[in-house]
RNA sequence: CGGGGCGUAGCUCAGCUUGGUAGAGCGCGUGGUUUGGGACCACGAGGCCGCAGGUUCGAAUCCUGUCGCCCCGACCA
């Protein structure tokens, strides 16, 4: 009985509500909190393996609209290969195979059966050749363009596939790494190698613009290492994104894979001058780890923050009243602003669930990273005006939760509020571009020394280092075991900044250097 | 594949040390009062305690086995 009294239950004040832990006390928690409370995704019993709910998936439907959109104008069509790929083409391209080998997953038997009243699977239905669970696609379409290619005049082909692919990885986090996930990859087949480089590239372009102009995040584009080259190509270029808390997360990779597939499954056309020669390949890919991306970009203590134009919802209308005759007046108002705006094309949600409090409604939208919130009350529609509050606004300095909350609240008269939503969100778009962006330069340096270089991993937090490399991959390993660190890309020359261009010595090794890279902690 | 943790109500967990037949909070349903930053009251529904053996008169609890998931490391979009 006295044990009881020590040590009685202590009642959180925060019973029953659902919180985020914030970012400065365990970013990795944060993360996982954001995913579950804005109910983007969720663990499934499946090992490695998420269920994306509704309002993740929404988010990826928009991605797929604005990357199809970009894919369609550079002259991609759609098209769809199998999930199966027989262990024999995977084997064909000797190195794509050796790189995927640890990470595939088998399919060996063709049915079930019921023995000893257990349903398992039948010995006596295993193929006689295994099939793989793509890990990407290249070899099964390859497959299938030997068929379709043989004269010049059949290229260049130029397909893209939305689909789902699956790597066995050992370690998995909700959208940045799990066994299965959703992406698309691009599979073009050219007559000429300074044509499939430029598709390499043009590709590169189309996501980084994706990238920066509808996910506001800022990316560095450039090249890998051939250390962390795609299993097969000649060269990986990248766009590098960097998150809240200094690392980097690889958001696209664009790949020029030469002649080599061509090769492995061969596949041959005729030239103009009537030789036989082998196309020029590339592959590039986003997934449904630039939600990861998304997230760990924008989002703060409060939620999930989303740029305008990847939010599935835009503004919540939120109605408040009390007596029933307030809440028809209210719930008129409401639906009339919620038809404008949505007659203007904009994705708008009222939100007049009943039995909630207006204040519980605000906390969920905030939650969900809605960018707008309209509280349509009584008040409002006796002045004329509506009550707006943006889901974030610029920072400044040494405000308080009350200031801050005050600042993104805004009453503005009825006409103007509505002409002027789209121009509110392209801003909203625009700010939290530059948000990010001012992150990453607050995090950026340009390093000469590895003192300076370990002082910032170690001691500032870390972030962008921008060094002079001109090691091999076994001093980058040796980097990598003291640092944690590694290069992750060589940056394309218009992606470097003033400071940091030019000659110098590698920071590791002294050699003589021509250009620096971007060194930093990776996810 | 190593190291750690956890499987009890939809969720988070208590109960297990010292076996006696199932609990809390949140959520959910109904009714009422509420509603400008996470409402409250009343009543109610909801569990083969991961699974399989064993010990015992009796197992969520003890023993053995087994399955699954999560977290930390080695591999990766």
Redesign the pocket.
């Known amino acids: 009985m006295a044990k009881q009294q020590q040590g009685p239950?202590e009642?959180s004040q925060?019973?029953?509500?659902?919180?985020?832990t914030p970012r400065a006390k365990d970013y990795?928690q944060w993360y996982?909190d954001v995913v579950k409370q804005a109910e983007l995704a969720e663990?499934?019993?499946?090992?490695?393996?998420m269920v994306i709910r509704p309002h993740g998936y929404a988010i990826w439907e928009r991605m797929q609209r604005e990357l199809d959109d970009r894919f369609k104008a550079t002259g991609h069509v759609n098209a769809y290969f199998p999930l199966f790929i027989p262990l024999s083409y995977l084997a064909k391209e000797e190195q794509h195979a050796a790189?995927f080998a640890?990470?595939c997953a088998v399919v060996t038997h063709h049915r079930l059966k019921t023995i000893d009243g257990v349903v398992q699977v039948d010995p006596e239905s295993k193929l006689e050749e295994p099939l793989i669970v793509r890990p990407t696609s290249e070899t099964v379409i390859w497959a299938q363009y030997k068929n379709w290619i043989q004269s010049y005049r059949d290229l260049p082909i130029l397909i893209n596939q939305w689909a789902n692919v699956c790597?066995w990885?050992?370690?998995?986090?909700?959208?940045?790494?799990?066994?299965e996930?959703l992406?698309q990859e691009g599979h073009t087949a050219h007559a000429t190698e300074a044509e499939a480089i430029e598709e390499t590239h043009r590709m590169l372009g189309v996501y980084a613009d994706f990238a920066e102009n509808v996910m506001a995040v800022p990316v560095v584009q450039g090249a890998k290492s051939p250390g962390?080259r795609?299993p097969g190509a000649l060269e990986?270029l990248?766009i590098e994104a960097m998150m809240q808390d200094g690392k980097a997360l690889?958001?696209?990779?664009s790949h020029y894979l030469g002649q080599n597939f061509a090769k492995s499954s061969d596949v041959k056309f005729l030239n103009k001058d009537g030789k036989l020669e082998f196309p020029y390949a590339t592959s590039w890919?986003v997934?449904?780890?630039l939600i990861g991306a998304l997230i760990m970009t924008h989002s703060d203590d409060?939620g999930l923050v989303l740029p305008p134009k990847l939010a599935p919802i835009q503004i919540a209308i939120v109605p408040?009243?009390?007596?029933d005759d307030e809440?028809a007046k209210v719930l008129q108002e409401a639906e009339a602003v919620f038809n404008e705006l949505k007659g203007q094309g904009l994705s708008v949600k009222l939100d007049a669930r009943?039995?909630?409090?207006?204040?519980?409604k605000?906390?969920?939208w905030?939650?969900k990273g809605v960018p707008v919130?309209i509280?349509?009350?009584?008040?409002?529609?006796?002045k004329g005006s509506l009550?707006l509050?943006r889901r974030y606004v610029a920072e400044q300095e040494g405000e308080s939760e009350q200031d801050l909350?005050k600042r993104?609240?805004a009453f503005v008269p009825r006409g103007e509020a509505l002409s002027g939503m789209k121009a509110l969100l392209d801003e909203m778009q625009r700010q939290l571009y530059e948000r990010a962006k001012a992150a990453r330069v607050r995090r950026t340096r340009t390093i000469d020394q590895l003192a300076d270089f370990e002082r910032f991993f170690k001691d500032e937090g870390g972030g962008f280092a921008w060094v002079h490399w001109a090691g091999s991959a076994e001093d980058e390993d040796a980097m990598a075991k003291k640092y944690e660190t590694s290069v992750r890309c060589i940056p394309l020359a218009s992606q470097i900044p003033e400071a940091a261009r030019g000659e110098g010595k590698c920071i590791y090794t002294g050699k003589p250097s021509t250009q620096r890279v971007v060194m930093a902690k990776?996810?």
């Not at 690889?250 to 990779?253: K, L, N, P, S």
């Open positions: 239950q009642k925060d019973a029953g509500k659902e919180t985020i990795a996982l663990h499934s019993g499946v090992r490695g393996c790189g640890k990470e790597r990885e050992m370690r998995t986090r909700l959208f940045l790494r799990t066994t996930f992406w962390e795609f990986s990248c690889q958001a696209g990779t890919g997934s449904t780890r409060a408040i009243y009390k007596s809440k009943e039995g909630m409090h207006p204040g519980a605000y906390f969920e905030e939650m919130r509280e349509i009350g009584p008040k409002d529609i006796e009550c509050v909350r993104k609240k990776s996810y």
